[in-house]
């Protein structure tokens, strides 16, 4: 009876890559909007940027200097300088002045278009100008150098041509990317949305943060730990409360999802007694499974929640916090990064040396909460505190999670461990 009893419960238990792939597969990129440029920050292309300019518009001069002809200073040196014509002065924002002619120069600022006829330009440093003395009425300039076509000019075009792509669909634009579109004269982009995330916590001892703690009770750490978790992913959380270990309270905070497009509930997914979001998603939608062969994080249920004509997805996590999050990790990231244009996109994973032990009892895979570190140019992982999953300060100490894989029963000090990147400190690295 015993042995049946187990088989059959391991038969509902699922692997890590299978669970995954079976909550990736409801997911898409959402609907595409137009977005401030600042607005798109953090959020990925959804169309090319083709660029209508040349940037820079206008042949102009790299450096404060003067605009000449280079075959007029071919032999110049400090000792046999070349005297040049000065005709005008040309700053950032002028039109090109027309037309230098030989043995003319422009006292040209950088950023102001080359004249045209000009064909370099020779930096203050090699000339007899003071470039200090701004009002210098001296009609004439000494050049102490020669030069060459396009010596201190920057070329139109040279960083944008028109008509170029200049970034593709799917970049997910950070600040020199939202520069970039700046530049080329776009207010707006077109990018996916970003999903909407309710979070619901599950529980009749769980009590808000701020409040006062009642004997029994402890604090919603949860749905905070979540919704963080959820906008450093680039979704919007929005926090549902708390619900009490009851069907309908449950389902009655559940009812609130419908504008949803995902759906993350804590606790009430094991084998106690009140655990009853599974019942509550069955009966409001289906269920397609309920258990992970990982540690932490087995009690984890996945299905969809209908509201009339529409199918959200629930994840429920379990309600120990590191669980929870180690499992946020591994299911509900990936699922907000798919919906929001990225192609799924794991952790960075390194190799480290181990230094501790870790134990793998029962086949499952493990996650150890570790803090990677580096010595002599090789990566450490050192587990970073008791590994039970209420021990959040263990988790806040971590900087990644160290891979036990489940064919394997422990991972030795001194073994190499693959561990995943949660931070890269930029102290230790
Ligand atoms: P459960 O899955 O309901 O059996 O919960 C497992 C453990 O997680 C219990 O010790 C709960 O008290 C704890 N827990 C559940 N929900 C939360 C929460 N929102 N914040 C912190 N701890 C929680
Ligand atoms: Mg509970």
Same mark, same amino acid.
């Given at each position: 009876?015993?042995?049946?009893?187990?088989?059959?419960?391991?038969?509902?238990?699922?692997?890590?890559?299978?669970?995954?792939?079976?909550?990736?597969?409801?997911?898409?990129? &959402?609907?595409?909007?137009?977005?401030?440029?600042?607005?798109?920050?953090?959020?990925?292309?959804?169309?090319?940027?083709?660029?209508?300019?040349?940037?820079?518009?206008?042949? *102009?001069?790299?450096?404060?200097?003067?605009?000449?002809?280079?075959?007029?200073?071919?032999?110049?040196?400090?000792?046999?300088?070349?005297?040049?014509?000065?005709?005008?002065?040309?700053?950032? #924002?002028?039109?090109?002045?027309?037309?230098?002619?030989?043995?003319?120069?422009?006292?040209?600022?950088? #950023?102001?278009?080359?004249?045209?006829?000009?064909? !370099?330009?020779?930096?203050?440093? @090699?000339?007899?100008?003071?470039?200090? @003395?701004?009002? !210098?009425? +001296?009609?004439?300039?000494?050049?102490?150098?020669?030069? %060459?076509?396009?010596?201190?000019?920057?070329?139109?075009?040279? +960083?944008?041509?028109?008509?170029?792509?200049?970034?593709?669909?799917?970049?997910?634009?950070?600040?020199?990317?939202?520069?970039?579109?700046?530049?080329?004269?776009?207010?707006?982009?077109?990018?996916?949305?970003?999903?909407?995330?309710?979070? &619901?916590?599950?529980?009749?001892?769980?009590?808000?943060?701020?409040?006062?703690?009642?004997?029994?009770?402890?604090?919603?750490? *949860?749905?905070?730990?979540?919704?963080?978790?959820?906008?450093?992913?680039?979704?919007?959380?929005?926090?549902?409360?708390?619900?009490? +270990?009851?069907?309908?309270?449950? %389902?009655?905070?559940?009812?609130?999802?419908?504008?949803?497009?995902?759906?993350?509930?804590?606790?009430?997914?094991?084998?106690?007694?009140?655990?009853?979001?599974?019942?509550?998603?069955?009966?409001?939608?289906?269920?397609?499974?309920?258990?992970?062969?990982?540690?932490?994080?087995?009690? &984890?249920?996945? #299905?969809?929640?209908?509201?009339?004509?529409?199918?959200?997805? &629930?994840?429920?996590?379990?309600?120990?916090?590191?669980?929870?999050?180690?499992?946020?990790?591994?299911?509900?990231?990936?699922?907000?990064?798919?919906?929001?244009?990225?192609?799924?996109?794991?952790?960075?994973?390194?190799?480290?040396?181990? +230094?501790?032990?870790?134990?793998?009892?029962?086949?499952?895979?493990?996650?150890?909460?570790?803090?990677?570190?580096?010595?002599n140019d090789v990566y450490h992982a050192s587990l970073s505190g008791v590994q039970s999953s209420n021990i959040l300060s263990a988790m806040a100490k971590a900087n990644g999670?160290?891979?036990?894989?489940?064919?394997?029963?422990?991972?030795?000090?001194?073994?190499?461990?693959?561990?995943?990147?949660?931070?890269?400190? !930029?102290?230790?690295?």
């Amino acid at each position: 009876m015993v042995s049946n009893h187990s088989a059959c419960h391991n038969e509902s238990m699922i692997d890590v890559e299978d669970a995954l792939s079976k909550i990736l597969s409801v997911f898409s990129t &959402l609907s595409i909007r137009d977005a401030n440029i600042l607005e798109a920050n953090g959020m990925v292309l959804a169309q090319d940027v083709i660029s209508e300019i040349n940037i820079p518009p206008l042949d *102009n001069s790299a450096m404060d200097g003067y605009a000449i002809k280079h075959e007029d200073v071919n032999d110049a040196t400090p000792k046999n300088p070349k005297t040049l014509r000065v005709v005008a002065t040309t700053a950032a #924002g002028d039109l090109p002045y027309s037309t230098l002619l030989n043995n003319e120069s422009v006292r040209i600022m950088t #950023g102001a278009p080359v004249p045209i006829g000009a064909t !370099s330009v020779i930096p203050f440093e @090699d000339t007899s100008d003071n470039f200090k @003395d701004k009002t !210098s009425s +001296d009609k004439n300039v000494l050049i102490y150098t020669n030069s %060459e076509t396009g010596k201190n000019v920057r070329k139109a075009g040279q +960083d944008v041509t028109s008509g170029e792509i200049v970034l593709k669909s799917g970049t997910e634009l950070h600040a020199s990317h939202i520069a970039l579109i700046a530049s080329l004269g776009k207010a707006k982009v077109k990018v996916f949305r970003r999903p909407e995330v309710a979070i &619901l916590a599950t529980g009749n001892e769980i009590s808000e943060p701020g409040s006062s703690l009642n004997k029994g009770q402890i604090y919603d750490s *949860n749905s905070y730990g979540i919704a963080a978790a959820v906008k450093e992913a680039g979704g919007n959380p929005s926090i549902l409360g708390i619900a009490k +270990d009851d069907f309908h309270s449950i %389902e009655e905070k559940l009812n609130m999802c419908n504008k949803s497009d995902f759906v993350i509930t804590s606790a009430g997914v094991s084998k106690g007694d009140f655990d009853i979001v599974k019942d509550v998603l069955s009966k409001n939608g289906s269920i397609e499974f309920h258990s992970v062969r990982m540690k932490p994080g087995k009690p &984890l249920a996945f #299905g969809m929640l209908q509201h009339n004509n529409k199918h959200i997805p &629930l994840v429920g996590l379990p309600g120990n916090p590191v669980s929870a999050l180690v499992a946020f990790e591994q299911f509900c990231r990936p699922a907000i990064r798919l919906m929001l244009g990225n192609k799924f996109s794991p952790r960075a994973t390194i190799k480290a040396i181990l +230094d501790d032990e870790i134990r793998n009892p029962d086949g499952r895979r493990i996650y150890a909460r570790a803090i990677v570190y580096k010595k002599n140019d090789v990566y450490h992982a050192s587990l970073s505190g008791v590994q039970s999953s209420n021990i959040l300060s263990a988790m806040a100490k971590a900087n990644g999670l160290a891979i036990c894989p489940e064919n394997k029963s422990s991972v030795q000090p001194g073994e190499e461990v693959a561990v995943m990147m949660l931070y890269w400190p !930029s102290e230790v690295f």
